[in-house]
């Protein structure tokens, strides 16, 4: 009986201490993918910003090498050129950096929303001053007159970032739509393309950080892919939601809503 009882004994601590081993080559196996993912996360986050980087970076410096020479002849407007291009790329620089201290900031919870009643029409109008539009690229922009309360600044970000989304991603052909709606307190913004669009499978991961669908027009000018997860994140500060869908007809539709209250 007390051979049966230690046998028994034995066999239940080595059925625990396979249990136990089990568990921790799980755990183990877990951590090792989750670093592998973070290795890779990491790769493919200095690749893109080394790329975003080197670009505007050795147009700022071959320019001001030109304008710095003495043996330069020069014409008022060739320099009026140069200068032109050296702030262009100062600004990518500046909206990049912009970009990951956002990110980081968003990540660690320390932004809160500035709300104040805002003209929607004012900001569009403003937004699309300041954004670069290459030459002969189409926005049609229709926008209804709404005073939504929100913090103009984030939501001026939102726009910039869709709106280089779809310049970024689709030919030089596509058509692109920026349009606004009032809903409830809030406001629909939605800014389409008719562009190649992007699998089903797709529509969610676009907003993860550093994450870009496959196939798209900016495949030899590849990004760092942090603008649509901060315009998820901005939406999020004002308790909104922002969501992409395949655009009757063909294209891509993002659609930011914000409640406005």
């Given at each position: 009986?007390?051979?049966?009882?230690?046998?028994?004994?034995?066999?239940?601590?080595?059925?625990?201490?396979?249990?136990?081993?089990?568990?921790?080559?799980?755990?183990?196996?877990?951590?090792?993918?989750?670093?592998?993912?973070?290795?890779?996360?990491?790769?493919?986050?200095?690749?893109?910003?080394?790329?975003?980087?080197?670009?505007?970076?050795?147009?700022?410096?071959?320019?001001?090498?030109?304008?710095?020479?003495?043996?330069?002849?020069?014409?008022?407007?060739?320099?009026?050129?140069?200068?032109?291009?050296?702030?262009?790329?100062?600004?990518?620089?500046?909206?990049?950096?912009?970009?990951?201290?956002?990110?980081?900031?968003?990540?660690?919870?320390?932004?809160?929303?500035?709300?104040?009643?805002?003209?929607?029409?004012?900001?569009?109008?403003?937004?699309?001053?300041?954004?670069?539009?290459?030459?002969?690229?189409?926005?049609?922009?229709?926008?209804?007159?709404?005073?939504?309360?929100?913090?103009?600044?984030?939501?001026?970000?939102?726009?910039?970032?869709?709106?280089?989304?779809?310049?970024?991603?689709?030919?030089?052909?596509?058509?692109?739509?920026?349009?606004?709606?009032?809903?409830?307190?809030?406001?629909?913004l939605v800014v389409e393309d008719d562009g190649?669009?992007?699998?089903?499978?797709?529509?969610?991961?676009?907003?993860?950080?550093?994450?870009q669908a496959p196939g798209s027009a900016a495949?030899?000018?590849?990004?760092?892919?942090?603008?649509?997860?901060?315009?998820?994140?901005?939406?999020?500060?004002?308790?909104?939601?922002?969501?992409?869908?395949?655009?009757?007809?063909?294209?891509?539709?993002?659609?930011?809503?914000?409640?406005?209250?």
């Amino acid at each position: 009986m007390v051979d049966i009882t230690e046998r028994k004994q034995a066999e239940e601590a080595l059925r625990t201490s396979e249990r136990k081993y089990s568990e921790a080559f799980r755990r183990e196996k877990e951590a090792a993918e989750r670093l592998r993912a973070l290795d890779e996360m990491k790769n493919t986050f200095l690749e893109a910003v080394s790329h975003d980087l080197r670009t505007p970076l050795t147009s700022i410096l071959g320019s001001a090498i030109t304008l710095e020479s003495v043996d330069s002849d020069l014409t008022g407007t060739d320099a009026a050129d140069l200068l032109h291009r050296i702030t262009t790329n100062a600004r990518k620089l500046e909206r990049l950096l912009s970009d990951l201290l956002d990110l980081d900031r968003l990540q660690r919870g320390i932004v809160a929303p500035q709300l104040r009643p805002t003209d929607i029409r004012e900001l569009v109008e403003r937004c699309l001053s300041e954004i670069e539009i290459p030459e002969g690229r189409r926005i049609d922009v229709d926008v209804t007159p709404l005073v939504v309360q929100i913090d103009a600044s984030k939501v001026e970000r939102i726009l910039e970032n869709l709106l280089s989304n779809a310049i970024r991603h689709t030919p030089p052909e596509a058509h692109i739509w920026l349009r606004s709606e009032a809903q409830g307190l809030g406001v629909l913004l939605v800014v389409e393309d008719d562009g190649p669009g992007i699998p089903d499978d797709l529509h969610d991961a676009v907003f993860e950080p550093f994450r870009q669908a496959p196939g798209s027009a900016a495949e030899h000018s590849p990004g760092v892919g942090v603008g649509l997860s901060l315009v998820r994140r901005f939406s999020e500060l004002h308790e909104g939601r922002a969501w992409m869908q395949a655009r009757p007809g063909g294209g891509a539709s993002f659609r930011v809503f914000l409640p406005g209250e």
